[in-house]
């Protein structure tokens, strides 16, 4: 049975090994900003969430909360203002293209330094 007032929002999880890289890639190159972190004490790791838009994903220093290499397909609106936003940076550890999808429309994939995928796809 369904109900016509349910939502769901999937927020995905990337596991992170250093956070001062994980600040430089996702909140200077990319320009998503941090809404909150938590760690359960001084010196424990880090889980955080970051956002751009509509985009939320989990940053997770965690042993076990989810596997480093993983892919996430993000659709979106304004793609090439987006990809001269991020390659106007000049960040030195990624020059991402932006290439016509066979589907149609464009796509831009970024790696962060964990090996975590961003597949950005629109117009």
């Known amino acids: 049975m369904t109900d016509a007032n349910?939502?769901?929002?999937?927020?995905?999880?990337f596991r992170i090994f250093?956070?001062?890289?994980a600040r430089e890639f996702y909140l200077g190159f990319l320009g998503m900003?941090?809404?909150?972190?938590?760690?359960f004490e001084?010196?424990?790791?880090?889980?955080?969430?970051?956002?751009?838009g509509?985009?939320?994903?989990?940053l997770s220093g965690h042993h076990g909360d989810c596997c480093p290499g993983s892919t996430v397909y993000v659709q979106t609106t304004?793609?090439?203002?987006?990809?001269r936003d991020v390659t106007?940076?000049?960040?030195?550890f990624m020059r991402p293209g932006l290439d016509d999808a066979p589907w149609g429309g464009k796509i831009m994939e970024v790696i962060d330094p964990f090996g975590n995928r961003l597949r950005f796809c629109g117009t």
């Open 33 to 39: 900003t941090v809404d909150w972190e938590h760690r």
């Open 18 to 21: 250093d956070v001062d890289k």
């Open 42 to 52: 001084d010196g424990a790791p880090i889980y955080m969430q970051v956002s751009r």
């Open 78 to 83: 304004g793609l090439e203002d987006f990809h």
């Open 54 to 58: 509509s985009l939320r994903l989990h």
């Open 88 to 92: 106007g940076k000049g960040y030195a």
């Open 6 to 13: 349910e939502s769901f929002q999937a927020i995905p999880i």
